[in-house]
């Protein structure tokens, strides 16, 4: 086996854990517990662009954090029986995902 492909396998497995960060910080912000609300809702609103900041899981992952903050935005403002009905939550990690995924074919293709 490749050291290179060794490199870009925890390469990828790293992106992976970061995105699954974000993923959990989104799903977070839909908790019943106040706690666990806050403080996700704390990490993604925070502008830092430090290591584990919820910007810099963005850059590494190749969202664009402004559009993901824009996106959270209103279902953040929604009462937690709406986002319940709606599954947004749900919905918004599927987008997240397919966001990633296209990035990834277009960066692959470059």
């Known amino acids: 086996m490749s ?3 060794v490199r870009d396998n925890n390469t990828q497995s790293y992106l ?3 995105l699954a960060v974000l993923t959990l910080a989104v799903r977070d912000t839909h908790y019943s517990n106040k ?3 806050s403080d996700a809702v704390k990490w993604i609103y925070n502008p830092s662009n430090e290591p584990q ?3 810099w899981c963005c850059y590494i992952n190749n969202i664009d954090p402004d559009w993901l903050e824009e996106k959270l935005s209103p ?3 929604m009462s937690a029986s709406r986002r319940m009905e709606l599954r947004i939550c749900s919905l918004l990690i599927v987008s997240v995902f397919i ?3 296209i990035m990834d074919i ?3 293709n470059v």
């Open 3 to 5: 050291q290179q492909y």
């Open 16 to 18: 992976k854990l970061w």
């Open 35 to 37: 706690h666990i609300k």
């Open 53 to 55: 900041s919820f910007n």
């Open 75 to 77: 279902l953040l403002r």
């Open 99 to 101: 966001h990633v995924q």
């Open 106 to 108: 277009l960066y692959d």
